[in-house]
């Protein structure tokens, strides 16, 4: 179609816990078109969620296709589209064929819990044979335990892949079989979906960006490599890992459909994505996206900082190949809008995720609940994989609009634990966060957010800084618009419409026994399901 207007615009493919979505921006982070899609959720078992990842690429591939008929509908021509970016849900675990590239078995997503017995045979392991951490010396009990974390930034936990992989390998017949032939391809997310956009099977790369990779428990996170000390501790041949790439740089081309021969110019996990899409690029400034669960970063630089205080170091960005990382500090809450995603389809209390803010605004107060989200146990600062949801404080009294507003409580004071922690590792009281994600278009959760956390939080008007950060990187990969991933300068004209600011309006005691009162409500969620290392261990050596 020759009238068509050739225009200069990012794509961003955002592949959610839930959703995918295809944004398109111009070089102000205006927003050309875009479309997204739900794709279904698997809960086999208590604790489990999977995912079927050609499910994701199917969603993927239709919310794509839809951006470019709503383009040409606008009389934009899809070749206006000259790079994309892609950002993904972090730690979902997949493996595929490599003679077919089929998958193996459904996904092991981030918030799956099911690998507790795994967990705690490494940490026997840790505790008793230790890890190798130079040429025949052992470090372990507490120094095995700070030797992992100062290679990876990370602790055990079934939050990692490197745990869901484990237990993928030891207890499916098929994984264990192609893993045996050396058929077997690992990847998170990311490498699933870069794999199938330049060719799959035929032709397609197999790569890893390092803000995931970080997220495995394989990567060593001062020189970005693959460890091999951490291969031969977790059990794994090198052979079925994908090549390290940095967050911005051209990867490949698009195989096939109507975005095909357009550069791939960035991958890089969701959260990561957001603190570029929030522009936190200096250090000290810190972003919390709210989505299915919650994740808040703050930039250290280029200096690794590592938490003392049950937080996770992880890399930010990497501004290209050879590139001098960008480290942050994360505190990384596992349930947040799936409490209310919770609370429309298991409970019934809401028809729409919208409905939250006028149910829990019905009331005055919880009237006495609290609710402790841990549905796969508690992430930072907590780290207990073994603690259970609970609602506690019901009465006769209680209706949905209490449980509601507790929920939305929930929230706030999981975001204020991270804080306080994150508080104590840089010595710095945060004055503001900012905020984005589907959980804070709400005014009324936002205004909760502020008074159960004491601080103000800053909504950007344009809040999709998720896909916003993976086209900012896509663009710099080939200096579109001047954009330089290593010179945040260079990105100064992007996203400047306001926000907004809400302020905490709780008195200070007050909010001090709402706070006591959650601690309580934590500490007695905490351990519910208690499992000996033995019992475990014995679990998991049975499951091989």
């Known amino acids: 179609m020759s009238d068509l207007r050739l225009g200069e615009f990012v794509g961003s493919l955002d592949c959610g816990t839930t959703s995918a979505r295809f944004i398109v921006f111009d070089r102000y982070a205006n927003i050309i078109a875009q479309h997204q899609l739900e794709f279904p959720q698997y809960y086999p078992a208590p604790g489990w969620h999977e995912h079927e990842v050609d499910e994701i690429l199917q969603v993927s591939d239709e919310c794509i296709a839809e951006v470019c008929r709503r383009l040409e509908r606008d009389r934009w021509a899809k070749e206006s589209i000259r790079v994309i970016g892609v950002t993904n849900q972090r730690e979902t675990t997949v493996v595929w064929s490599r003679s077919s590239g089929r998958p193996l078995c459904k996904a092991i997503v981030w918030t799956d819990s099911r690998t507790k017995s795994v967990v705690a045979y490494f940490e026997k392991l840790l505790a008793s044979t230790g890890i190798e951490f130079e040429s025949g010396r052992f470090r372990k009990g507490v120094d095995g335990v700070e030797a992992l974390r100062e290679m990876t930034g990370l602790g055990l936990s079934t939050y990692f892949s490197a745990i869901k992989l484990r237990w993928m390998i030891d207890n499916n017949e098929n994984v264990k079989k192609e893993y045996e032939a050396d058929n077997l391809l690992f990847g998170t997310v ?12 035929d032709g397609g790369i197999h790569v890893s960006e390092v803000t995931n990779a970080s997220r495995t428990l394989l990567m060593n996170i001062r020189t970005l490599q693959w460890d091999h000390r951490l291969l031969k501790f977790f059990g794994f041949r090198s052979s079925i890992l994908p090549k390290l790439v940095s967050s911005s740089e051209v990867y490949g081309h698009v195989a096939g459909g109507p975005l095909k021969g357009v550069r791939i110019g960035a991958l890089i996990g969701d959260q ?162 900012k905020v984005d994600g589907g959980m804070t278009n709400g005014d009324f959760c936002m205004e909760v957010l502020a008074d159960v956390g004491g601080f103000e939080v800053v909504r950007p008007e344009m809040r999709e800084s998720t896909a916003l950060g993976s086209a900012l990187l896509a663009g710099a990969a080939i200096h579109l618009f001047g954009w330089n991933a290593s010179d945040p300068r260079t990105f100064a004209e992007v996203n400047t419409r306001g926000s907004k600011t809400f302020l905490p309006r709780l008195s200070d005691e007050r909010k001090k026994k709402k706070w006591l009162a959650w601690l309580q409500a934590v500490e007695r969620s905490k351990g519910w399901e208690k499992t000996t290392d033995d019992v475990a261990t014995a679990a998991y050596e049975t499951g091989k």
């Not at 990311?190 to 099977?201: C, K, R, V």
């Not at 400034?285 to 994740?295: D, I, N, Q, R, V």
């Not at 809401?350 to 609290?370: F, M, Q, R």
């Not at 929920?407 to 004055?431: G, H, P, V, W, Y």
Request: a negative charge; charged letters at 10%; hydrophobic letters at 45%.
């Open 190 to 201: 990311e490498s699933w979906i870069a794999y199938n956009l330049t060719g799959g099977a």
């Open 272 to 433: 990561q994505a957001a603190l570029v899409g929030n522009k936190c690029f200096g250090q000290g400034e810190a972003k919390c996206t709210y989505g299915t669960g919650a994740f808040l970063l703050f930039c250290t630089g280029n200096d690794m900082v590592q938490s003392s205080h049950g937080l996770l170091s992880t890399v930010a960005y990497q501004p290209g190949p050879g590139s001098a990382p960008v480290y942050a500090i994360e505190g990384s809450i596992g349930v947040a809008g799936a409490a209310i995603k919770w609370l429309r389809d298991s409970m019934g209390f809401i028809k729409s995720a919208g409905e939250i803010n006028t149910l829990a605004a019905s009331v005055a107060d919880t009237g006495g609940v609290y609710f402790v989200p841990a549905f796969s146990g508690l992430l930072a600062p907590y780290w207990d994989p073994g603690a259970a949801g609970l609602l506690i404080g019901l009465s006769a009294y209680t209706t949905p609009g209490h449980i509601a507003r507790a929920t939305t409580e929930a929230n706030a004071f999981q975001t204020r634990a991270i804080l306080e922690s994150m508080k104590l590792d840089s010595n710095a009281d945060l004055k503001h966060l």
